[in-house]
Every structure is written in C-alpha cells, then in structure tokens.
C-alpha cells in the first residue's frame, strides 16, 4: 500500500514541472516575438505640418490659391502631391501653364515649376490653379514615405497616393 504523504509529493512536484515548462515557452516565445518583431519593416511616421491657404482673386485671370506652410518640420518636396477634385495646375503667382492641369501633380513637377526647392521649409508657398472656377474644388496634399510617382497616362493622373502609408497632411475645400 502507498502512504498518502509519497502520494501528495509527486502531485506537487508534477504541478511545479509543468508551471515550469509554461514558464520556458513563454519566455521563448517573448523572446522570439522582440526578436522578429524588431526585423518587420514599420511605417514612416508622417511628418508634422501645419499650413495656411488663402483664395486670391485675379479680376479676368483665373483665380488661384495659395498654400503657406507655416510650421513643423521641413518637407521634402518630392515627396508631396496635392491632389485636387477638379483638374489643377501648380505654379508660380500668376505663372500657370493651362495645358498643365491634372487631378494629381507631384509638388517637384516642372522645373521646380513651384519654386520652393527639394525642401518645402516654414513661410513658403505653392500656388495653384485652374481654368474653370476654383470655388468648390477640394485639394489635398498628399504625403508619401517614398517619392511620388505618376502613371503611365501621360502624367495627367495621379498613382494610387492615399494608401496604408500615405498621409493627407492637409485637406480643404476652396470657397
């Protein structure tokens, strides 16, 4: 016959083994997840802007809008589109090429058709544009972790810009 005492120890000693073994693969597996974890590519975290954007009125020239990034960091310009729910054009104060506009255009479009650099800092401004009326037409500027790239239409439509990386750093409706 086995005494109750021998009986009861091995009860106990099994209990610590298996809290023993949850223990181990537990910190395996934690240790395996900081592990891979640290390998997986994590998103750029869009940059932190802010901006001003006023309606100008041209008389018989068309109308046209101008965006002033007042604060924040720098942007790398080739990085930014503004896309527009009407066709637009970016250019210089009262400098717009009409054969220009395009729901979609790189801010880096033209020969630095903008004129504020590789880097969009604090106080400059992008202009833009359109033959048609302005009012109502609502613009986006639209920040990639990469460089913005353009379609195969001729330029005249903008790639996919809003997905799981991109970033709308500023968004109105001109009235």
Same mark, same amino acid.
Not at 49 to 64: C, M, N
Not at 111 to 131: K, P
Not at 142 to 150: G, I, Y
């Given at each position: 016959?086995?005494?109750?005492?021998?009986?009861?120890?091995?009860?106990?000693? =099994? $209990?610590? #083994?298996?809290?023993?073994?949850?223990?181990?693969?537990?910190?395996? @597996?934690?240790?395996?997840?900081?592990?891979?974890?640290?390998?997986?590519?994590?998103?750029?975290?869009? &940059?932190?802007?802010?901006?001003?954007?006023?309606?100008?009125?041209?008389?018989?020239? &068309?109308?046209?809008?101008?965006?002033?990034?007042?604060? @924040?960091?720098?942007?790398?310009?080739?990085?930014?589109?503004?896309? #527009?729910?009407?066709?637009?054009?970016? $250019?210089?104060? $009262?400098?717009?090429?009409?054969?220009?506009?395009?729901?979609?255009?790189?801010?880096?479009?033209?020969?630095?058709?903008?004129?504020?650099?590789?880097?969009?800092?604090?106080?400059? =401004?992008?202009?833009?544009?359109?033959? @048609?009326?302005?009012?109502?037409?609502?613009?986006?500027?639209?920040?990639?972790?990469?460089?913005?790239?353009?379609? $195969?239409?001729?330029?005249?439509?903008?790639?996919?810009?809003? @997905?799981?990386?991109?970033?709308?750093?500023?968004?109105?409706?001109?009235?």
């Amino acid at each position: 016959m086995v005494s109750d005492e021998l009986v009861g120890d091995r009860a106990v000693t =099994s $209990g610590i #083994a298996t809290i023993f073994m949850v223990a181990v693969v537990v910190l395996l @597996g934690a240790t395996l997840s900081v592990a891979f974890g640290a390998t997986v590519d994590k998103p750029t975290p869009s &940059p932190t802007a802010t901006f001003e954007y006023q309606k100008h009125e041209r008389g018989t020239s &068309p109308d046209e809008v101008e965006i002033t990034l007042t604060g @924040g960091e720098p942007l790398e310009a080739k990085k930014l589109m503004v896309v #527009a729910s009407e066709p637009v054009d970016l $250019g210089t104060p $009262g400098n717009y090429w009409s054969e220009g506009e395009t729901t979609g255009e790189k801010v880096t479009e033209g020969n630095d058709q903008v004129q504020i650099g590789e880097t969009w800092e604090a106080g400059e =401004s992008i202009h833009l544009s359109r033959d @048609g009326e302005l009012e109502g037409v609502t613009i986006r500027l639209v920040w990639n972790p990469v460089e913005v790239d353009k379609d $195969g239409a001729g330029g005249r439509d903008p790639s996919e810009v809003v @997905g799981e990386d991109s970033y709308v750093l500023l968004r109105f409706t001109v009235r």
